[in-house]
């Protein structure tokens, strides 16, 4: 058995550029002029792009595609889907059987809720708790786990036999999306002071939404600072 205590994300292929949303937001002005800035640079526009974040006029930036492989505990994944704009191939439990790969909080892992829903803070957790947390699932995953194997073993269908199997196992799958619905994704997933709306996200999508976020901040860079600098939502 694998325990993990990170996530993966990786960029699998992309159409995405700042000169994406040039040329799509100019047709409205300009038409079929709005050819010449395919493959013109981006920098002399960076005020549009900015214009276009401020105001809200987001359509321009959806003309834009980033599809990542990722890699997290089941429950992340529940969360993610949230995100209906998206669209999403996931590892299936009917069609393979799942590896023994599962999810362990990592020491940096804030473990302790206080306060109110919506109001809560989390705060550092003891070495005992840690520790009882590292060790409680560790039992907890051998022994579904092996519930599993042993009724898979007993000739027992996959899709039947995976019912005993917890959130924290490690699922992976495809995510595509374009710029606009990432930034919506960013402004809910993750916790920033630039943000003009507060946001309390799981830490664990968190750390996927980080990942994205450097990947898209490097395709276009303009985009990401118009995103930051207007307070960080989606237009």
Known sequence: MRFLDDVTVELVKHSASDTDVLWAARVSTAGEQSLEEVGTDPERSAGLINYLMRDRHGSPFEHTSMTFFVSAPIFVFREFHRHR???????????????PVFYIPGAGRRLVQEGKPGRYVFTEGTPEQHR??????AESYRHSYAAYQEMLEAGIAREVARAVLPVGLFSSMYATCNARALMH?????????????????QREIEMVAERMEVVWAELMPLTHAAFVANGRVAP
């Open 85 to 99: 704009v998206w669209s999403y191939n996931e590892e299936s439990g009917r069609y393979r059987e799942l590896q």
């Open 132 to 137: 009882l947390v590292e060790q409680t699932m």
């Open 185 to 201: 994704f960013l402004s809910l997933r993750t916790k920033s002071e630039d943000a003009a709306v507060p946001s309390f996200p």
